[in-house]
């Protein structure tokens, strides 16, 4: 079982920056394919970037929404996951959430992650 903790929301302006952690338990970090969703009011909660498993090796990928502003990394000797998050958009207002899943699939569905945290709020302003 692991447990996720983010950090790193708050307020921001747009085109500003923000840089989000998540913080995972456990000794087996490595093995879980990771990624970050958002919700923003009266909407579903969607996929925003992805980074698979490995010790050396990863492959990253990202929503069409985020990509070229958004970057996800992650640190298996600090069993933390980023999300580096650049050009804040206030379309990009949210609750965001990590995840984590040792399965397989599209990767990219809530459906898809078997532990979630508790989101942290990022909000931009015009």
């Known amino acids: 079982q692991v447990q996720l903790v983010e950090s790193g929301g708050g307020l921001v302006q747009a085109g500003g920056s923000l840089r989000l952690s998540c913080a995972a338990s456990?000794?087996?970090?490595?093995?879980?394919?990771m990624a970050w969703f958002r919700q923003a009011p009266g909407k579903e909660r969607e996929f925003v970037a992805g980074i698979t498993m490995g010790v050396n090796t990863y492959y990253s990928y990202y929503s069409d929404s985020v990509k070229g502003r958004f970057t996800i990394s992650r640190d298996n000797a600090k069993n933390t996951v980023y999300l580096q998050m650049n050009s804040l958009k206030p379309e990009d207002t949210a609750v965001y959430y990590c995840?984590?899943?040792?399965?397989?699939?599209?990767?990219?569905?809530?459906?898809?992650?078997?532990?979630w945290g508790q989101g942290t709020q990022v909000t931009v302003s015009s």
């Open positions: 995840a984590a899943t040792l399965g397989l699939g599209t990767l990219r569905e809530p459906d898809d992650y078997d532990h």
């Open positions: 456990g000794r087996t970090f490595n093995r879980y394919n």
